[in-house]
């Protein structure tokens, strides 16, 4: 039995089974015991629930801590707070006697509507050969208080859509890039092309440096350094650089910051500034507030048009999350077009959407002009 965060875990779902337990009789002690320490559920028969904490943890990307999980079932409660990669492993380890037992290995998830995984793969499929998607509201739940009903119906926006009318076909507000079409991203079939490195440099112990290759408009690798200094960082641009014969105008990094650094290292690299004026577009600038808004703007098109394509599964749902943040700012505002700031986007993921940033990196040489943009930069420097 598992969530996101073993202390909510605790505080909610187990809470439920137990009050479900005694509704049926089933009384702590005699039938079953529970060690709060270990996270154990122990039956009378020895069965057990083993209580998992299924959050995403830096330290273990590969969830090697359910290496050894040996289970005949499991549940996961609010999967929506679970990776994909999480449920993934968790799924796989169901193996536990049941062909001694004859038995069907089973996952049952719990959700409310998000835009995720589980909206491509039971939403949007409601029924496979594996799978089934079943649908509540809460008018169908006999045990929830008029009390709670009533806090929903006060809801307004999306929570309402989602919490209340338990809606899945919901647009985030300002959102520039469709869902469906992020998805289509690792389906979408391209010609390669040039090489380019897109990459995003960070301090140490302060979000990641994230190095982004691509092939034409295909992301082909994704490579996330943890803690290294920008002499680290601009060797391994290097290294990438020479075994992938990529040049180096056509490497660009954000420069703002410790990134300065890795751009006087790499000579002959463009450097980025996401608050630089924006390009010129047919000889004449557009309306955009900055560079990093026009290149905003421009990724939200070509994606929305299924004219960019990842061939790796490499960090696959923080993509999605990250590119579904890239929002319009001040819609009603006839001024100059503009995204909302980095603060919110971080607010919104708990962290620096440092692989969308190497992706609005990467329409620098799409916008209409690129040949003179060099001598563009350096007159505005």
């Not at 009318?165 to 079939?189: F, H, P």
């Not at 994704?222 to 180096?248: F, P, Y």
């Not at 690299?269 to 630089?276: E, F, I, L, Q, R």
């Not at 309306?287 to 290149?295: E, G, V």
Request: glycine share 8%.
């Amino acid at each position: 039995m598992g969530r996101a965060v073993l202390k909510r875990l605790k505080e909610t779902t187990l809470n439920s089974f137990f009050d479900i337990a005694t509704d049926w009789g089933l009384k702590s002690g005699g039938f079953f015991t529970y060690n709060n320490v270990a996270g154990i559920i122990t039956f009378y028969n020895g069965s057990e629930i083993i209580l998992k904490d299924l959050y995403s943890n830096p330290s273990d990307p590969n969830f090697d801590s359910l290496g050894s999980l040996e289970i005949t079932g499991a549940f996961i409660d609010e999967c929506a707070e679970v990776s994909e990669r999480a449920k993934s492993i968790v799924s796989s380890r169901i193996r536990y006697k049941l062909k001694q037992y004859d038995l069907i290995p089973k996952l049952l998830m719990t959700c409310n509507p998000w835009k995720g995984w589980g909206y491509r793969d039971f939403y949007k499929t409601p029924r496979a050969d594996h799978r089934a998607f079943i649908s509540a509201r809460v008018e169908d739940n006999d045990f929830v208080s008029e009390h709670y009903k009533i806090s929903l119906k006060r809801l307004v926006g999306l929570d309402r859509l989602r919490l209340l009318e338990g809606k899945w076909e919901y647009e985030l507000d300002g959102a520039l890039i469709l869902y469906d079409s992020i998805l289509d991203m690792w389906t979408n079939e391209l010609p390669s092309g040039k090489g380019y490195i897109t990459a995003d440099i960070a301090r140490y112990g302060r979000d990641s440096t994230v190095i982004v290759r691509w092939e034409g408009l295909n992301v082909v690798q994704i490579l996330e350094l943890g803690k290294c200094s920008v002499v680290e960082a601009a060797d391994t641009i290097r290294q990438m650089k020479r075994d992938h014969n990529i040049g180096m105008s056509r490497i660009i990094i954000d420069e703002m910051g410790v990134g300065g650094g890795v751009v006087d290292m790499l000579q002959g690299c463009k450097g980025y500034v996401a608050n630089s004026p924006p390009l010129p577009e047919s000889g004449e600038k557009r309306n955009y507030r900055w560079i990093k808004d026009q290149c905003s703007f421009k990724l939200a098109d070509m994606i929305n048009n299924a004219e960019i394509g990842i061939r790796v599964d490499t960090a696959k749902q923080r993509i999605i999350d990250e590119l579904e943040t890239i929002k319009q700012d001040k819609i009603e505002y006839d001024g100059k077009k503009q995204v909302e700031g980095k603060d919110k986007q971080k607010e919104s993921l708990g962290r620096s959407p440092d692989i969308a940033d190497c992706f609005v990196m990467r329409m620098y040489w799409e916008l209409s002009g690129s040949h003179f943009h060099e001598a563009y930069l350096n007159r505005i420097k």
